[in-house]
């Protein structure tokens, strides 16, 4: 029999008591890891073709809000509607997009720069932040187009792209972004590349391996008791993080502020057309943040690239580019994406004793009892009752007159889905990781039997009791619900 202890929300500050400046490096080596792994994937990658764009030119400009000179290149000046290419932390900056630009040049006006700190812009000592460059990124706009624009950002460019899109609505016409790191909230982004088991493993057979899972998760988990979210912002202004700025290492700096930006409000309020492409195999930007977004941006459509990467624009340049020229010229349309599901039933679905299952497709009721590793994916469903068990639920709907989702004892993900009922989730002694989506309680949103930790990622929940983002640990105490 599987059994899941929780220690007691009481207890759990003092499980792992990390010093500030040790939680640091952690984080600090990380998201030095992973931009250099972006970084050296695409020189490898781009080595293979480099080509050249016609009727091209490039010029400097010098913007007010680094106070910098910014390179730009434009090409396909002749055509009347403009396209901003917005690169990642890779070190060759615009030349990213060289692959695309000979491509989209032929129907489109295309722009591509090198952000301040990157490629063949000035590099400086200062923090380079998301919010700054999404006021960057409308100077330009502002500037040097012809409103509206469509917008297109890959990693680091794509989550720039999608604050500018949530902070200035009317600048353009189509959001197009391409595998976006962060977004997730830091705990929950570096937890997900935390796999040690083999795919299809089942958590009994491998039992070492899943107890050395959940350990560190539980270190990671801790990150969040050790210092304050102020505390992680006031030390990203620090001296000795800001001389990280010089030469070429803005990319780290920045990689830092994406893992502090709270994206909540600005995801939330995103009302144009938005096409989310993401690679199946991205080792940098987790399919849970794609799923996350699609469920999160109303007017939104999601497609995996088959056996993609984080850069796929350079390394499926023919895929990228296929479904790219599809979305600029309108044909892919503006309606959610729909996915047939596998099972229509009006009768009570029940699950135990067992692992690795998938479900689709729309229910009355799941009952899950004692089992591992059970996905939820675009299922519709009045309740889920979940009893000592591992679940994930990914762009579902469930939606009740009483309660949506029953758990208890259980570890359970939540990604871009929507939960309502009276009392939309009723939880007992469980660990929840909710991200994007929304949770809504004509009574209340969240009630606990016992003290429940939850994980969110720029989720809104609304009952009597709240109505706003989650971006963040919270404890759901015995007769304090939210």
Same mark, same amino acid.
């Given at each position: ?103 989209? /040049? !032929?129907?489109?006006? +295309?722009?591509? @720069?090198? &952000?301040?700190?990157?490629?063949? =812009?000035? #590099? ?123 030469? /070429? !290492?803005?990319?780290? +700096?920045?990689? @830092?502020? &994406?893992?502090?930006?709270?994206? =909540?409000? #600005? ?216």
């Amino acid at each position: 029999m599987r059994v899941y202890h929780f220690p007691s929300a009481e207890y759990q500050p003092k499980m792992f008591q990390l010093k500030t400046n040790f939680t640091i490096k952690v984080i600090f080596f990380f998201v030095i890891l992973i931009t250099f792994a972006v970084s050296f994937s695409n020189v490898y990658a781009g080595r293979f073709k480099k080509s050249e764009a016609k009727n091209f030119r490039s010029f400097f400009v010098k913007e007010p809000v680094f106070n910098s000179k910014v390179y730009v290149s434009e090409s396909g000046m002749q055509n009347d509607h403009t396209v901003v290419l917005v690169h990642g932390v890779s070190e060759q900056a615009s030349d990213d997009w060289k692959n695309v630009v000979d491509i989209v /040049n !032929d129907s489109f006006h +295309v722009i591509a @720069l090198d &952000l301040p700190g990157f490629g063949r =812009s000035d #590099k400086k000592d200062m923090v380079y932040s998301i919010e700054k460059y999404s006021r960057f990124l409308n100077w330009f706009i502002e500037t040097y187009t012809k409103k509206p624009i469509s917008l297109v950002g890959h990693s680091l460019g794509g989550a720039i792209s999608l604050f500018y899109a949530g902070t200035y609505p009317n600048g353009i016409k189509r959001l197009i972004i391409a595998d976006v790191p962060g977004i997730l909230h830091r705990s929950a982004y570096i937890s997900s590349f935390v796999r040690l088991r083999p795919t299809g493993q089942n958590t009994d057979s491998a039992a070492p391996l899943y107890g050395l899972e959940q350990a560190f998760k539980a270190l990671i988990n801790s990150l969040d008791e050790a210092f304050a979210p102020d505390d992680f912002t006031k030390w990203l202004n620090a001296d000795i993080i800001r001389n990280r700025t010089k030469e /070429n !290492d803005a990319r780290i +700096v920045v990689g @830092l502020s &994406l893992m502090d930006t709270d994206f =909540s409000e #600005k995801i939330n309020t995103i009302s144009v057309p938005t096409n989310i492409m993401w690679g199946e195999n991205d080792a940098i930007a987790p399919v849970r943040t794609a799923r996350l977004l699609f469920g999160s941006i109303p007017n939104s459509t999601l497609y995996m690239i088959p056996n993609g990467s984080h850069s796929p624009m350079i390394t499926e340049p023919a895929e990228f580019n296929t479904q790219l020229l599809k979305y600029l010229h309108g044909s892919a349309g503006n309606k959610i994406k729909s996915v047939s599901g596998s099972r229509n039933s009006d009768e009570q679905f029940k699950i135990s004793d067992k692992e690795d299952i998938l479900l689709e497709g729309h229910y009355k009721k799941i009952l899950i009892n004692n089992c591992g590793k059970i996905r939820l994916l675009n299922v519709t469903v009045e309740q889920i009752t979940i009893e000592n068990s591992e679940v994930t639920i990914e762009n579902s709907t469930i939606q009740s007159s009483t309660y949506a989702i029953s758990a208890i004892d259980s570890i359970v993900t939540i990604t871009g889905s929507t939960i309502k009922g009276e009392n939309a989730m009723i939880v007992n002694n469980c660990d929840f990781d909710v991200a994007g989506g929304k949770i809504e309680g004509t009574n209340s949103a969240i009630l606990s039997r016992h003290s429940t930790r939850i994980l969110f990622s720029v989720c809104k929940v609304k009952s009597l009791l709240t109505d706003r983002y989650y971006h963040g640990v919270i404890y759901v105490y015995k007769n304090k619900p939210i």
